[in-house]
């Protein structure tokens, strides 16, 4: 039997449960996960892989106005895997119903693909009934498809969704080999891992102006040392991170730590260092030493 293979971006408003399904789809905690929105902030590639498809999932930053320049890096990682896409899967929230003005940002990101799209409601293990069919018409109306009805976070209706994008993609060989789950690196990971610990540890603003980076990665030692950077937005949010007496970093070295050992399967030893820099969040070069690619127009 020929196989099937293929990238499927998954696309939605921020919290729209992209992430979690994510991980379902690939049965692997991959793809940070939080209560609020806007965790994702570049692109998370995980790799399905049965005897007759392949499948390549590329999570994305949610849909959003932008308001500085890495969101508008955020929203041209969304924009990108579109444009890469065989399948677009766009999920809808029925616990939260997209406004016209958010509307009109999805609309316009579908502009970017060529590729069939297919659209799944969310969270049928929460929303109540009247929600689920509001969102399911908006998916006839706005985007002319009959939407799968699925739970990333239980499962339900996956298997049915997953036999759909099956069937929609194209004939071809695997690109990946079949046991490789993710794309990214270990660190990008690791630092992922940090991050998800910084939005739920911190308040406010706080989470969204802390950027991760692993500077040193030593496996061969046991425990797995590893040496890691929090970037900060302004010199006064270092203080916060490191709270009275060095308090508040040593609840997220601890929590960090564990999730990572679970990750990695092994012991690991966390050192963690926070430094500023500067605005990075409006400022293309650091930005760019984040990892992050924005258009050549975007100012
Ligand atoms: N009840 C319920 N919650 C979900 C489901 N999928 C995601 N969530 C929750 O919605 C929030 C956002 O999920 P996330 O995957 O980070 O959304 P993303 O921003 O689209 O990637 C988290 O609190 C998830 O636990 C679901 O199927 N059911
Ligand atoms: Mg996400």
Same mark, same amino acid.
């Given at each position: 039997?020929?196989?099937?293979?293929?990238?499927?971006?998954?696309?939605?408003?921020?919290?729209?449960?992209?992430?979690?399904?994510?991980?379902?789809?690939?049965?692997?905690?991959?793809? *940070?996960?939080?209560?609020?929105?806007?965790?994702?902030?570049?692109?998370?590639?995980?790799?399905?892989?049965?005897?007759?498809?392949?499948?390549?999932?590329?999570?994305?930053?949610?849909?959003?106005?932008?308001? @500085?320049?890495?969101?508008?890096?955020?929203?041209?990682?969304?924009?990108?895997?579109?444009?890469?896409?065989?399948?677009?899967?766009?999920?809808? @929230?029925?616990?939260?119903?997209?406004?016209?003005?958010?509307?009109?940002?999805?609309?316009?990101?579908?502009?970017?693909?060529? $590729?069939?799209?297919?659209?799944?409601?969310?969270?049928?293990?929460?929303?109540?009934?009247?929600?689920?069919?509001?969102?399911?018409?908006?998916?006839?109306?706005?985007?002319?498809?009959?939407?799968?009805?699925?739970?990333?976070?239980?499962?339900?209706?996956?298997?049915?969704? /997953?036999?759909?994008?099956?069937?929609?993609?194209?004939?071809?060989?695997?690109?990946?080999?079949?046991? @490789? %789950?993710?794309?990214?690196?270990?660190?990008?990971?690791?630092?992922?891992?940090?991050?998800?610990? /910084?939005?739920?540890?911190?308040?406010?603003? *706080?989470?969204?102006?802390? $950027?991760?980076?692993?500077?040193?990665?030593?496996?061969?030692?046991?425990?797995?040392?590893?040496?890691?950077?929090?970037?900060?937005?302004?010199?006064?949010?270092?203080?916060? %991170?490191?709270?009275?007496?060095?308090?508040?970093?040593?609840?997220?070295?601890?929590?960090?730590?564990?999730?990572?050992?679970?990750?990695?399967?092994?012991?690991?030893?966390?050192?963690?260092?926070?430094?500023?820099?500067?605005?990075?969040?409006?400022?293309?070069?650091?930005?760019?030493?984040?990892?992050?690619?924005?258009?050549? @127009?975007?100012?």
């Amino acid at each position: 039997m020929p196989t099937r293979s293929g990238y499927v971006a998954l696309v939605g408003r921020p919290n729209a449960g992209k992430s979690t399904l994510l991980n379902t789809l690939v049965g692997e905690k991959l793809s *940070i996960v939080t209560a609020r929105a806007q965790t994702t902030w570049q692109r998370v590639t995980g790799i399905r892989t049965t005897a007759s498809s392949q499948m390549v999932f590329l999570d994305t930053p949610g849909l959003l106005e932008v308001r @500085d320049l890495h969101q508008r890096a955020m929203l041209e990682a969304a924009h990108e895997a579109l444009r890469e896409a065989d399948l677009t899967l766009l999920l809808l @929230d029925p616990t939260r119903p997209l406004e016209e003005s958010r509307r009109q940002v999805v609309v316009e990101a579908l502009d970017e693909t060529d $590729a069939p799209i297919l659209v799944a409601v969310n969270k049928i293990d929460e929303a109540s009934s009247p929600a689920i069919e509001a969102a399911a018409a908006e998916a006839r109306e706005s985007f002319g498809a009959e939407p799968f009805l699925i739970s990333a976070r239980t499962g339900e209706g996956v298997p049915t969704l /997953v036999n759909a994008l099956e069937a929609g993609l194209p004939e071809g060989p695997f690109y990946y080999p079949a046991d @490789d %789950l993710a794309l990214q690196p270990v660190r990008f990971f690791v630092s992922e891992l940090v991050r998800e610990t /910084v939005f739920e540890q911190y308040d406010d603003e *706080i989470p969204y102006a802390v $950027a991760t980076r692993v500077e040193e990665f030593r496996e061969g030692q046991d425990p797995i040392y590893i040496g890691l950077t929090l970037l900060v937005e302004r010199p006064s949010q270092k203080g916060i %991170l490191i709270g009275k007496g060095g308090r508040a970093i040593r609840a997220l070295g601890t929590a960090s730590r564990a999730k990572i050992e679970t990750f990695l399967g092994r012991p690991v030893y966390l050192d963690l260092w926070v430094k500023p820099l500067s605005g990075w969040r409006r400022k293309r070069r650091a930005l760019a030493r984040l990892g992050y690619r924005l258009p050549e @127009d975007a100012s």
